[in-house]
């Protein structure tokens, strides 16, 4: 059983540029949420998607958009970096529309410069 | 939105000890969740609680979830140097996502 990939692990940008995250969930899960984690912080919730479409999203600006695809994989789109969006971006997934039980990835650390 | 309240924010405890820490939410929660976040790695989950008084352990480790339906304990016992990390507790409550605490950041000296 595979569990949850994130690409890239790493990754620097500058202010105001376009950036794109991926998630590839757990084997037999439909449901993907991505967390934001600041530095000394909790994961936040940025939002979720249940069978492609969007199920719930969190205090974040539009910038912040997503997709998720037939195969249950994800992506996480940010426009127009700010400086505090440098964090460890998380992905979970789950099972079915409710599925409390996240399985996590390991991330990907963004820093924008 | 629901706010979780996690303490202590850091323990430093010898080898052997145990340990307890403790979440509290402004709200009614259904579920509670448990996780543990090694440096560079994402959060693992440890125990779920879906039940009021409910008592659930995984090895060493010991969760309840509170009476109250706002509170959720996590109890280590004879710590080992691995038990090192950060502890997040995890709620979720109606049609709410699950909401983290701040963790609790744990040292064990051997």
């Known amino acids: 059983e595979t569990g949850v990939t994130q690409s890239p692990t790493h990754l620097i940008k500058t202010r105001g540029q376009q950036v794109t995250l991926r998630c590839s969930s757990q084997s037999g899960h439909n449901t993907v949420s991505w967390y934001q984690q600041a530095l000394g912080q909790g994961p936040q919730f940025i939002f979720q998607y249940y069978r492609e479409e969007e199920n719930g999203r969190g205090n974040f600006p539009p910038r912040f958009s997503g997709l998720q695809f037939p195969n249950y994989s994800s992506e996480l789109n940010v426009n127009a970096l700010e400086l505090d969006d440098s964090a460890l971006y998380l992905c979970?997934?789950?099972?079915?529309?409710?599925?409390?039980?996240?399985?996590f990835g390991s991330g990907t650390q963004l820093s924008v410069l | 939105g629901q706010q979780l309240n996690q303490s202590p924010q850091s323990m430093f405890i010898q080898e052997g000890e145990d340990v307890s820490m403790n979440c509290t939410s402004s709200s009614i929660f259904n579920t509670w969740l448990w996780y543990k976040q090694d440096p560079g790695e994402g959060p693992v989950l440890l125990i779920a609680l879906y039940k009021a008084g409910e008592l659930t352990s995984n090895g060493r480790l010991t969760a309840q979830f509170g009476i109250t339906r706002k509170d959720s304990f996590l109890n280590i016992s004879a710590s080992i140097p691995s038990d090192v990390g950060i502890y997040f507790c995890?709620?979720?409550?109606?049609?709410?996502?699950?909401?983290f605490g701040k963790g609790t950041k744990l040292t064990v000296n051997p």
């Open positions: 995890a709620g979720k409550g109606g049609s709410e996502k699950l909401v």
């Open positions: 979970a997934s789950s099972e079915g529309q409710g599925g409390e039980k996240l399985f």
